[in-house]
């Protein structure tokens, strides 16, 4: 495993550039370990919604986690106003850096994380777990057909 620590600077947007820092340094797997920070602008997808809210004012970054790789990132954010009034949802383009926000990715080397539209499934892409070659760690498939983990099922092979 390896980590990542970077900062985001005010007016910045917290979704694309968590995407660009996943990009520039090639993270195939990782998830999101800690962040903390401020929003001036939020834009999040409730539970069950189809559409985006948008809250303005000024926002804590409680609680941020989720999975990342430059196939496709799936994140939540929770954020606090000045009440300590909190909500949470799918992060998505739009939440906007008021001072800062400091966020810890941690990378797995020994998988590669992609989102597909599996049959029968939720009706949204979905994490696909697979195997470098050369390593030995499980992880749970998402594919049609695959059994429930007892308590891992075999990896899907890279190519």
Avoid: W
Avoid at 65 to 75: A, Y
Avoid at 87 to 109: D, Q
Wanted: aromatic share 8%; hydrophobic share 35%; proline share 3%.
């Amino acid at each position: 495993m390896k980590a990542h620590t970077f900062r985001l600077k005010p007016a910045q947007d917290l979704f694309d550039s968590i995407e660009e820092f996943v990009k520039q340094k090639n993270i195939q797997a990782g998830c999101v370990l800690s962040s903390v920070g401020s929003l001036t602008h939020a834009t999040l997808r409730l539970a069950n919604r189809s559409y985006y809210n948008e809250y303005e004012g000024h926002f804590e970054i409680v609680s941020m986690t989720g999975t990342v790789s430059i196939h496709g990132s799936h994140i939540h954010v929770a954020i606090s106003d000045g009440d300590g009034v909190t909500i949470g949802g799918h992060l998505v383009s739009g939440c906007k850096i008021y001072t800062t926000a400091e966020i810890v990715i941690a990378e797995f080397e020994d998988v590669i994380y992609k989102r597909e539209l599996l049959q029968n499934d939720s009706g949204y892409e979905e994490l696909v777990c697979i195997k470098r070659r050369g390593t030995a760690l499980p992880c749970l498939l998402s594919k049609e057909g695959a059994q429930p983990p007892t308590p891992y099922n075999e990896f899907k092979n890279s190519s």
